[in-house]
T-cell receptor, first 114, second 117 residues
Framework: TQLLEQSPQFLSIQEGENLTVYCNSS?????LQWYRQEPGEGPVLLVT?????EVKKLKRLTFQFGDARKDSSLHITAAQPGDTGLYLC??????????????FGQGTILTVHP | GAVVSQHPSWVICKSGTSVKIECRSL??????MFWYRQFPKQSLMLMAT?????????EQGVEKDKFLINHASLTLSTLTVTSAHPEDSSFYIC?????????????FGPGTRLTVT
């Protein structure tokens, strides 16, 4: 079973601060995705990273995929109250009996105070 | 963009009854759909993988006789919670993988809140 360790689990910061969320695994993933979820709604895809070492930027959000495709990070610059939500990383399993399935990290609940 | 709907969005049922949740891909065909369960402030846990025209495969620890999955067409999968109990109360989310496209492409539904009284 592939596991994806996400940290921190909770993050409470002031508007304007920077933050980084990490996802780590001992397993290789063929791709990794980051989602954001609001209470009572389904997760919304932010980005998919596929190539080891890949960096993608989405406005104030920067996503990195580790060279070995075992880890990833999400960095938010100058956080805003609108960034508040549950952030989830999810790795696409590369093979074995879990091929094609997503393994989710535990999630990070981000609260940005005005 | 690809849209996945779920119906109902919320349901309250009495203990011992069964409830059916539908997951539809509205503008694409999906040979594979996934069912997840999510408890408050926790992550998504994969329950089962549903393939059109074949039996669903369940994750370890998920009772297949309790959570019946039917993927009868390329746009519809259903999850039936049989003989529901209060501990089955949860947020159930489906996702659908398009028939054509990369393996990482999947779209999530808005979720169904099940409350068993």
């Amino acid at each position: 079973t592939q596991l994806l360790e996400q940290s921190p689990q909770f993050l409470s910061i002031q508007e304007g601060e920077n933050l980084t969320v990490y996802c780590n695994s001992s397993s290789v993933f063929s791709s990794l995705q980051w989602y954001r979820q609001e209470p009572g709604e389904g997760p919304v895809l932010l980005v998919t990273v596929v190539t080891g070492g890949e960096v993608k930027k989405l406005k104030r959000l920067t996503f990195q995929f580790g060279d070995a495709r075992k880890d990833s990070s999400l960095h938010i610059t100058a956080a805003q109250p609108g960034d508040t939500g549950l952030y989830l990383c999810a790795g696409l399993n590369a093979g074995g009996t879990s091929y094609g399935k997503l393994t989710f990290g535990q999630g990070t609940i981000l609260t940005v105070h005005p | 963009g690809a849209v996945v709907s779920q119906h109902p969005s919320w349901v309250i049922c009495k203990s011992g009854t069964s409830v059916k949740i539908e997951c539809r891909s509205l503008d694409f065909q999906a040979t594979t759909m996934f069912w997840y369960r999510q408890f408050p402030k926790q992550s998504l846990m994969l329950m089962a993988t549903s393939n059109e025209g074949s039996k669903a495969t369940y994750e370890q620890g998920v009772e297949k006789d309790k959570f019946l999955i039917n993927h009868a067409s390329l746009t519809l999968s259903t999850l039936t919670v049989t003989s529901a109990h209060p501990e089955d109360s949860s947020f159930y989310i489906c996702s659908a993988r398009p028939f054509r496209g990369p393996s990482y492409e999947q779209y999530f539904g808005p979720g169904t809140r099940l409350t068993v009284t």
